[in-house]
């Protein structure tokens, strides 16, 4: 791996970020396709796992901030991945200016509906948990992590009441997020049940729709069916991978 820096105006700087292997590397072909939404280039790379979306999570930041990559590779001489992105360096910022912007950001944050909301993330990926734990610390939420589908069933039996909002990944092992939400609504069936109230219908069902925890699964599977299976298996909504902030943020605010 290499990276350089160089000015390339007045004020502005040019980054060149190369990732270079010697691997089995790519053909023609293969190539072009790289950068598809849940392909991957080959056979051989599938046995590792992966969705296929990182390369294209990749090319959509570097977009994003105005840069650009490219690929370069010979089959069995290995491949290169280069960045390019242009940026400006900053301006110096005051001690005042630091205070403004911390002023407006607390002023934000107390107008913020999810405020103070408590989140059960169910996540195995550790760096999908910390995007996730710091999207929710930016809002003043407080949250909890589950790596797997058991853990967040039993987190639920533990902390029902706790918990307003559950985010759930599907793809997990020990117990997958299908799984782990249907065990969850079994729990709350149960517990209404085992209250035996002797409210009229009407009071049931109210109490009954507050009784059930939103879930919102959260998985790179797009396609109709899948989002159809989630929702049988009794999550309120979905999210497909990859979301913005902003989308994550809305979401919760709606079941909240």
């Not at 009441?161 to 939400?181: A, F, R």
Request: charged share 35%; net charge negative; proline share 2%.
């Amino acid at each position: 791996m290499s990276l350089k820096i160089d000015e390339v105006s007045d004020g502005r700087k040019r980054m060149r970020l190369e990732v270079m292997d010697n691997g089995i590397g790519m053909t023609p072909e293969e190539l072009g396709m790289i950068f598809n939404r849940f392909v991957q280039a080959n056979k051989k790379t599938s046995e590792y796992g992966g969705s296929g979306l990182g390369l294209v999570l990749t090319k959509s930041m570097t977009e994003l901030m105005g840069g650009e990559i490219s690929v370069e590779s010979n089959e069995g001489e290995g491949t290169t991945f280069s960045v390019v992105i242009d940026f400006a360096v900053a301006p110096a910022v005051s001690s005042e200016d630091v205070t403004d912007m911390m002023t407006d950001k607390q002023e934000a944050k107390e107008k913020d509906a999810i405020s103070g909301k408590h989140i059960l993330v169910v996540e195995d990926n550790e760096v999908n948990q910390r995007i996730l734990q710091r999207h929710l610390k930016a809002h003043s939420c407080e949250y909890l992590v589950a790596r797997n589908g058991k853990e967040a069933y039993e987190t639920m039996v533990a902390k029902w009441e706790w918990v307003d909002v559950v985010l759930m990944d599907i793809e997990m092992p020990v117990m997958n997020g299908l799984e782990s939400t249907a065990a969850i609504r079994e729990n709350e069936r149960k517990r209404e049940e085992e209250e035996g109230e002797k409210e009229g219908e009407g009071e049931r069902e109210g109490k009954a729709k507050r009784r059930r925890k939103p879930i919102i699964g959260l998985s790179g599977n797009a396609r109709k069916e899948q989002i159809e299976t989630a929702i049988a298996a009794g999550m309120d909504d979905y999210l497909v991978k990859p979301y913005t902030k902003e989308t994550l943020m809305k979401m919760i605010g709606k079941w909240c």
